[in-house]
């Protein structure tokens, strides 16, 4: 074993607090939804019954809706902003009202693939699949109420990439809350210059408050929001996530339910296609309230290469990525490096995230472009290997945000990033 990989093991036990594991002591103290995927990769490279756990753990929150929340607040911190006093849900455990990106099936999947011991992964799956299932069904009432094909989300936080230029004219929308609401904890744990504004927490907290005025009602939420963003990111994870439910539907659900993700998928496929933009060589998101593509070039936007449809696409895709690199010294920063709104090393505003190249990475070797994605996990190797920070700085490779970075080491783990590493030295 590498000491890299008894470090990556050992930042995951640090962060386990008992069947889940926090993103980062501090400044994430709870259970975050696709946090939880991810780690769920890196368990099952040596803990295949801790990866499990970790899964069954996430869905204690999942509502009687099917929603599973952003955050599941297991036991009480007072290190972090907005906890469940703000949120005011019905749930118990206590949970946000929100969710984020649905790469849980994904996980499940590729975790039962990596499995030596089939019967616990089995097992596992039985529970886990019909609340999946549930959770996708959600995804289609309460987010794709006219069926379009592609759900809205109601909050920049449900994309996981929260503060992302993708969102700004959206939530110029969204008047700002009273300050006195606002009381920060991440600037006691990370550089006010790597985190969002003041004037995005008022934004985004104003929309926090309608919808617990709302009591969480995903019809009145729909109808009532001044957000609602078709984001590209979200739905191509949602699209890959329904192609790995489906093959474990072959497995442990009905023939019924294989029939209606195969014909969601199809749909999904199609609507996906719809925000491609040629001429910005990249797909982007849709103002659902302004009814117009918006106008960031983003790494969410290469996402449809995890979903495994972008094959079409591959070629223009590349020729971006590559324009990228002439400016970044590493991929994939997650703002286009030539966007007037690119900042290296503010958060989701260029900073490249390790899960987003697993994803970009898997996609581009998934779909034949084996050099990009040779590139991509190289790059990633080289940042990770000097320590598991919550995020990079494209320009220099410098890891920023929360050290000791729970998704960071399993993705480590699970892309064999060591490994990778040392070829790189040798
Ligand atoms: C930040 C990220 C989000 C992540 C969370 C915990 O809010 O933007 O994607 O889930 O931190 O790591």
Redesign the pocket.
Known sequence: MTDLVEAARAVLRDNDRGGYTV?TSGL?PYQ?N??AAFCALGWITFDEPRAWRELTRLMEGQWADGMVPHIVFHVASDTYFPGPDVWRTPHVPATSGIT?PAVLASAARLCLERARNKGLAEDSLATLYPRMLAWHRWWVSARDPERSGLVGMLHP?ES???NSPAWDEPLARVSPTPTSAIRRRDLGHVDAAMRPSEDFYKRVIALVDLYASLDWQPSRMWAQTPFRVADIGLNAILHRANRDLLALARRFGTPAEQAEIAARLDFTAAAIDRLWNAGAGIYQSRDLIAGTLIDARTSAGLLPLWAGIANDRLAALGATLRRWSERARFLVPSTAPDDTRFEPRRY?RGPIWGMMNMMIGEGLAEAGEHALARRIKRDTAAMVSQGFREYFDPLTGEGLGGGHFS?TAAIALYWNLPDEARVDAD
């Open positions: 993103p994430y975050w696709w946090d984020q936080w996981g990439m929260d989701w998704w």
